[in-house]
């Protein structure tokens, strides 16, 4: 993972997030220095909270990325999820990004598990549940599958910015296409690099 970071970084000149594996705070550091400049972290921190803090005071928190998989349960609580998705936790979605934020995170990427794959659109209730609860900016994740559904997750779920995978890998849309729909929904994006 760390040379496909160093690697794009030397290729690209927009800021780039790598995650999986991150479990302490030297992680953090050969990932910054392979070219990242946020390192996203989900497990680990759910067992070692104080992994936030440490990483943002050695770091700074903007380069801290508190990683949120997010599932209802049979109660419609929003419960936190680690392991790739595959074990819940006892943790609240919402009061986590709280204290996800409290303890040093600068961002959080937010993915709900029921929507992630479906192209249903973000959960937009949960998307706004959490961008409203927190005071740093918020990437909405999981279930996009069509332009208009990545303006909703800011316009309606209060998300700073949007994450979409098989709509560009399938090559259904482009970057250029998302940002003309966003913008002409009245979304500020950054012009497309010519």
């Keep these: 993972l760390l040379d496909v970071a160093r690697?794009?970084?030397?290729?690209?000149?927009?800021?780039?997030?790598?995650?999986?594996?991150?479990?302490?705070a030297d992680d953090v550091a050969h990932a910054l220095r392979a070219g990242a400049d946020k390192v996203s972290m989900n497990s680990a921190i759910v067992t070692r909270p104080e992994l936030l803090t440490e990483t943002a005071e050695r770091f700074g928190a903007q380069c801290v990325v508190a990683s949120i998989d997010a599932k209802r349960d049979a109660n419609g609580v929003y419960k936190v999820w680690v392991k790739g998705g595959r074990e819940e936790t006892p943790l609240?979605?919402?009061?986590?990004?709280?204290?996800?934020?409290?303890?040093?995170?600068?961002?959080?990427l937010l993915t709900s598990m029921?929507?992630?794959?479906?192209r249903d659109g973000f959960d937009i209730a949960l998307t706004h549940a959490v961008s409203s609860s927190v005071g740093v900016p918020v990437i909405a994740s999981g279930g996009v599958g069509t332009l208009d559904h990545l303006a909703e997750g800011v316009l309606q779920g209060g998300a700073t910015g949007v994450l979409a995978a098989s709509i560009f890998h399938f090559g259904e849309h482009t970057i250029a296409e998302a940002k003309s729909v966003m913008s002409s929904r009245g979304v500020r994006v950054r012009p497309v690099a010519s």
């Design 114 to 118: 029921d929507r992630d794959g479906t």
């Design 7 to 24: 690697r794009t970084a030397e290729r690209l000149f927009i800021p780039l997030t790598i995650g999986g594996g991150v479990r302490t």
């Design 92 to 108: 609240e979605a919402v009061a986590w990004a709280q204290e996800c934020v409290a303890r040093g995170a600068g961002e959080i």
